[in-house]
């Protein structure tokens, strides 16, 4: 949460961290502020808001210089506020810090600072920072007195300083929240996340935890908390800029629900082929041997990655038989699970970098499990902390509302529950192949099932005034349940529930009446005639019934007020594509209602918080 940029080099800094910052706004955007260094003279602007309020409030009074930092916040300590937006200062005015994350021991080092005559003007925990790196300034010079000031702090931080005393450089340091460094020609950049960054340079430096790094535009130096030198190589991305860009959508969740057909066929390219049965997969980092060891699968992410995990569940469970059970990572951290050598944990995440999940995989080391990263972006913490990790390949995922994440990270797991399956003798070659193959099929069904968007946004239109729905589903509905109603309530600020349908009856159904819309998983398969059985219960009490429901079926009309129907698939594959039209039917609503789509209130992209 919160978003940091940095630029150092020979052109007009503001530029860069106003493009910068509005790439980072889906991290937060409460408030924001940028700091430039001009002729050795600090210039500090900041306000309430989002990123355009900045960019007028600079219009009218630009700030200039080569070098700066900025700051795009979601709030944790002090409300949204002048005083409490990023860059904090010093007493002296001399340096000026923007900081993500959460320092826990602000409090004793406020009373200690204040009692050696330090004035505050703030709620943060952030400027505990400008002040402890005041003391040291002087007799340590820069670099050195952010490392001695980090050494009595406790918590988590990506921070940037930069100072009038050390006017060509910024120092920056990460112990818990992300920051690279990106390296352009005699320019470079620092950033929170790589989409802000791609524009300009695809060659990052990973800042890792406990590290510091010393930034001017000839080179970067780093160091750790000790002092230390440390070497670092630069990392290439390939992701195409323009992946960042809208592309003429009018919302990035509105492109990347569009992009899921192409997202999908890159995660499955160069992994399988056509007709055949083999899997690969090169960074899962586990011998044949050390797979059929595994006795047992956890599960363990947060929200829309948590609901691809309980969908993993199931398929471990068909196609591996392997016990496998899905955990929220808060609760799995904190729970003394019970895990040896042979389990297998697998920590599913688009960003890399949520706190939580994090925890989870560190938790899950400590007591000896394999651990296994399902993870979007390149090179991000997760990724590189699990022994093992299979990317996405969904290029960023920008709107706060995941999308093409889910569906990729359900294509993940879907081969890697067959690679285990294979591995472990309970599917054979050419059942493999067979599956593998309608998996191939899935993206040229995906493209099918999106030109139903109109009619979809004709159903968003009536049910746009709805001031709370249901989601119901069963087996492998019923995490696309939970995902609809977390995508309706995140966008559009309905209250929404997902249940499995057979609960109703144990309290939900008192919730039916006539103003009640409830959204049906009834997809073929084994529980088809259950379901249809639901839909009965929720008409009976007047309920209105929006059905998903398979290509062909003609029982669902009658029972039905809306259908949206999604190509056949089998069983295990139905998730990937009756999420499609709950994406889209969240994303309309939200549009009717007037929301913001992209960064919805109170959320942040990447939860690097606990
Ligand atoms: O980056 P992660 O996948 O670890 O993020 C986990 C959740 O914060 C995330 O899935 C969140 O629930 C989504 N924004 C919901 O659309």
Known sequence: MCGIFGYVGYKEALPFLVEGLKKLEYRGYDSAGVATLDKGKLFVSKCVGKISDLESLLQQKPIAGEIGIGHTRWATHGQPSHLNSHPHEDCRSELVVVHNGIIENYMELRQELSARGHKFKSATDTEVLAHLIEENLEAEGLFSAVRKSLLAVRGSYALAVISEREPGKIVAARHGSPLIVGHGEDEKFLASDIPAILKYTGKVIYLDNGELAEISSEETRIIGLSGKSVSKKLTFISWDPESAEKGGYSHFMLKEIHEQPNAIRKTIEGRVEADSHKIHFDELNLTDEEIRRVNRVVFTACGTSWHAGLIGEYLFEQLAKLPSEVEYAAEFRYRNPIIDENTLVIAITQSGETADTLAAV??????????????????????????????????????????????????????????FGKRRGIIDDNEATELIRRLIEIPQKMEQLLLSEPKIEAIAEKLSKATNALYLGRGKGFPIALEGALKLKEVSYIHAEGYPAAEMKHGPIALIDENMPVVVLALAGRRYDKILGNIEEVKARGGQVIAVASEGDTMITEKSDEIIYIPSTIESLSPLLAVVPLQLLAYYIAVKRGCHIDQPRNLAKSVTVE
Do not use: D, M
């Open 362 to 419: 560190w938790e899950a080391k400590a007591r000896n499990a394999k651990t296994i990263a399902i993870c979007n972006v390149v090179g991000s913490t997760i990724a590189r902390e699990a022994h093992g990790v299979v990317y996405t390949n969904a290029g960023p995922e920008i709107g706060v509302a995941s999308t093409k994440a889910f569906t990729t990270q359900l294509t993940v797991i879907y081969l890697l529950a067959l690679l």
